[in-house]
């Protein structure tokens, strides 16, 4: 096994790169974490995955959000009820068929959203600039291709599919 630090010898050894893969998101998911801090006795990280896709996607139907999530509606509806109470969401009968939900974020929301995607922005800059250029340029070149892999368009992609949980061909609204 390597040293921390030090690439593994083997690298197309699959489990080698799976442990590295974990490691990194072990990383990611501790970033999002302080990130959320300072909002998170109003949102928690589930809900703030349903404001990103409702600020990448706009006005969306209830039952198409919780098949992004891939929640049912009903789970969908509480915690769309909670962002509703946080003042961050709102929500309004479609006019073209009263029988569906459209939801939207808020100013509040919508803040919410840059002020913790900055946040998270800053900090994954820092450990970044930790780097030498070369290893940055590999990083992305390896990064790309996980994204590749796994289907997620760039980060500033027009429309990305939220967070990876969403399905190319979902309707949209």
């Not at 593994?8 to 998911?29: C, E, H, P």
């Not at 302080?34 to 809900?47: D, F, I, K, N």
């Not at 915690?79 to 709102?90: H, S, T």
């Not at 922005?121 to 996980?146: D, F, H, M, N, Y």
């Amino acid at each position: 096994m390597a040293e921390r630090g030090t690439p593994t010898r083997g690298m197309d050894d699959v489990d080698a790169v799976t442990r590295a893969v974990l490691t990194a998101s072990r990383v990611l998911v501790a970033v999002s974490a302080r990130s959320l801090a300072e909002v998170e006795e109003r949102v928690t990280l589930p809900q703030f995955r349903m404001l990103v896709v409702l600020s990448t996607r706009g006005t969306t139907k209830l039952v198409t959000l919780a098949e992004l999530l891939q929640v049912a509606p009903s789970t969908a509806m509480r915690m769309v009820d909670r962002l509703i109470a946080a003042g961050l969401a709102d929500r309004q009968a479609n006019p073209d068929n009263r029988r569906e939900t459209l939801l939207r974020l808020t100013g509040k929301g919508r803040h919410t959203v840059e002020n913790v995607t900055e946040r998270r922005r800053a900090e994954i800059t820092a450990i970044v600039e930790r780097l030498a250029p070369g290893q940055r340029s590999a990083l992305v070149e390896a990064l790309t291709l996980l994204n590749d892999a796994g289907g997620e368009p760039p980060a500033d992609a027009p429309e990305p599919y939220p967070l990876g949980w969403a399905d190319p061909s979902a309707e949209r609204l």
